[in-house]
C-alpha cells in the first residue's frame, strides 16, 4: 500500500521542479527576439520583407516576419511615417607608411671614408 502511494506523490514532486537543463535553451529565445527586433527596424526604415531577408539571411524568416508585420500593424494604428534609408558603401582607406632604412653597405664605407682620412 505505502509503495502505491510513493511512486504517485514522487511523480507529483517531480512534475512541480524546475529541473536545471530541462528547459527552452535561453540562446533560441534570444535569437528570435533579435530577428523580430530587425524585422520591426527594416518595416520602420521602410524596407520590403524580401529585402529584409536577404540583407539577414542568418536570421530566422519566420520571425522577422513576426516583426516586420507587428510593426506594420503599429505604425497603421498610430500613422507613423517610416524613414527611408539608403546604404552607403564605405571605403577603408589604408595609409601605407614606407619606412626607408639606410642599407648596411653604405654604413661601411662612410666609416671606413672617414677612417682613411
Known sequence: MFLRLLIPLTVLLLAGCDLPGMGPDPRIAQREAEA???GS?????????EDCYSLNEE???AAIFTGWK???EY???????????????VESEEKVFEVKKPAVGSLDKSTDKTASK
Open 70 to 72: 507587428e510593426m506594420d
Open 41 to 49: 527596424a527594416c518595416r520602420y526604415g521602410l524596407r520590403g520583407i
Open 75 to 89: 505604425m497603421r494604428e498610430n500613422k507613423i511615417e517610416g524613414v527611408s534609408v539608403t546604404l552607403v558603401k
Open 36 to 38: 523580430k527586433a530587425i
Open 59 to 61: 536570421s530566422s524568416k
